[in-house]
């Protein structure tokens, strides 16, 4: 008769395992968690915004403040994700966008003190569990979904910390997957958003494909992607929304 441990175990297992091609999709979730930590290609690296992932924004998002557009609010444990503390919209949605994810893990890189990475699976765990896929727009989401994979290039490619169970990170890859899936089917129709957005797609795609639709994800952004720069630039090379923010964006 299994014990409790093993049933639990086989049942996160049926749970997760359709995210997976095979033979992932039979392996317990200890198994591809260690996978991940150890595994040698993809190789990738994160891209950082100095600005959101200043150490001291960092410092103070450890108790619990939080900065964005020179505007600081101290938000309450658990996060309410759907509340916004400012007047300014632009606030909220930078906290939708995670940038300082990446700052979290750039600390611990730096460090290895377990308080980054334990700040890292308290706000991911609770964003899963409080936020539907529908409450920003689409950019919103292709952004985090790049700050969550770059967050995961420090506390998961790079280094083995202890604060990252499997449990974590079986609902960590489910709700990355779920994401990537919602964004796929509500893309912005055109300009630069669509293409942030088919980026994320396509990254996913690349350091995941464990995914069982991370080869479809990553032919669908690239067609899309081919299809945008038809669209997006003028005859003479200039992008079509005549802003130089959005040139600097392309050559990125």
């Not at 020179?70 to 300014?88: G, K, L, M, Y």
Request: with cysteine; charged share 20%.
């Amino acid at each position: 008769m299994p014990l409790a441990a093993d049933q639990q175990t086989v049942s996160r297992t049926a749970e997760y395992g359709n995210l997976f091609r095979a033979p992932y999709d039979a392996w317990t979730s200890d198994q591809l968690l260690r996978h991940f930590q150890t595994r040698t290609s993809p190789r990738y690296f994160s891209v950082v915004d100095p600005v959101e992932t200043a150490r001291e924004k960092i410092e103070h998002i450890l108790n619990g403040r939080f900065e964005f557009n020179q505007e600081s609010h101290v938000v309450p444990t658990p996060i309410r994700w759907t509340v916004n503390p400012s007047h300014d919209r632009e606030w909220l949605i930078l906290l939708h966008k995670f940038y300082y994810a990446v700052g979290l893990g750039m600390a611990y890189d730096e460090t290895k003190a377990s308080c980054y990475a334990e700040k890292w699976v308290d706000l991911t765990s609770s964003w899963i569990d409080a936020v539907p896929l529908d409450f920003l727009p689409s950019d919103v989401a292709g952004r985090r979904i790049q700050n969550w994979i770059f967050a995961h290039y420090y506390f998961v490619t790079i280094h083995q910390s202890a604060a990252i169970d499997s449990h974590f990170y079986m609902r960590f890859l489910g709700s990355l997957h779920r994401q990537i899936c919602y964004l796929r089917e509500h893309l912005t129709p055109a300009r630069n958003h669509r293409t942030l957005e088919l980026c994320a797609i396509f990254l996913a795609a690349v350091v995941f494909p464990e995914f069982g639709e991370a080869e479809d994800w990553r032919a669908f952004a690239t067609q899309e992607l081919s299809n945008n720069i038809q669209t997006d630039f003028l005859p003479d090379g200039i992008h079509c929304e005549l802003s130089t923010d959005y040139h600097h964006l392309v050559l990125k």
